[in-house]
Antibody, heavy 118, light 108 residues
Framework: QVQLQESGPGLVKPSETLSLTCTVS????????WSWIRQPAGKGLEWIGR???????HYNPSLKSRVTMSVDTSNNQFSLDLTSVTAADTAVYYC????????????WGQGNLVTVSS | ETVLTQSPGTLSLSPGERATLSCRAS???????LVWYQQKPGQAPRLLIY???TRATGIPDRFSGSGSGTDFTLTISRLEPEDFAVYYC?????????FGQGTKVEIK
């Protein structure tokens, strides 16, 4: 059974960098695209971007200037860095895997609430 | 960016009733790239329907999806207690992929 688990700080100060890691278990990270998606409290879902197991990335243009994703295949992990955060970046951050060859998000992490506050 | 607009925002129904949820796209979307998710409080979304009309593994047949172009529909034929949740449509036909704002199906 494929499982994804986000980890990272729950509180980040304004203007600092939000960093999260997603650890994948139950399958290899190789051969798939891995995405980050966020959801502010009581609101809808926003796709942040994705990374392949080979490291190629594609980011949402609305966040592209502040986002960096990386992958660590040896540890079956991938990561998100979001710079210069503001209160508007407060959200539950999910990592997710799509069905191979599609964008259908089949597996999701449980979510990591990140609050931006001083 | 293709905007997905879901309606209604909230649907108040009783168990056993039929639920019809709409997702309208600002530009035409290929059906293969239209997906529906169910989300319950405190949980991650769950894949329900992909390719606009194909149920994901383990999804009961009371859930069905239809539509093409700019108009898509999720139908729940007879609501069970566990179906009361928020439903999102999602497309990945163009970049950036986007989600609708959600329809909450609540118990009347």
């Amino acid at each position: 059974q494929v499982q994804l688990q986000e980890s990272g700080p729950g509180l980040v100060k304004p203007s600092e960098t939000l960093s999260l890691t997603c650890t994948v278990s139950g399958d290899s990270i190789n051969g798939y695209y891995w995405s980050w998606i966020r959801q502010p409290a009581g609101k809808g879902l926003e796709w942040i971007g994705r990374i392949s197991s080979s490291g190629s990335t594609h980011y949402n243009p609305s966040l592209k200037s502040r986002v960096t994703m990386s992958v660590d295949t040896s540890n079956n992990q991938f990561s998100l860095d979001l710079t210069s955060v503001t209160a508007a970046d407060t959200a539950v951050y999910y990592c997710a895997r799509a069905v191979a060859g599609t964008g259908d998000f089949e597996y999701w992490g449980q979510g990591n609430l990140v609050t931006v506050s001083s | 960016e293709t905007v997905l607009t879901q309606s209604p925002g909230t649907l108040s129904l009783s168990p056993g009733e039929r639920a019809t949820l709409s997702c309208r796209a600002s530009q035409s979307i290929r059906s293969s790239y239209l997906v529906w998710y169910q989300q319950k409080p405190g949980q991650a979304p769950r894949l329900l329907i992909y390719g606009a009309s194909t149920r994901a593994t383990g999804i009961p047949d009371r859930f069905s999806g239809s539509g093409s172009g700019t108009d898509f529909t999720l139908t729940i034929s007879r609501l069970e207690p566990e179906d009361f949740a928020v439903y999102y449509c999602h497309h990945y036909d163009s970049s950036p992929q986007t989600f609708g704002q959600g329809t909450k199906v609540e118990i009347k």
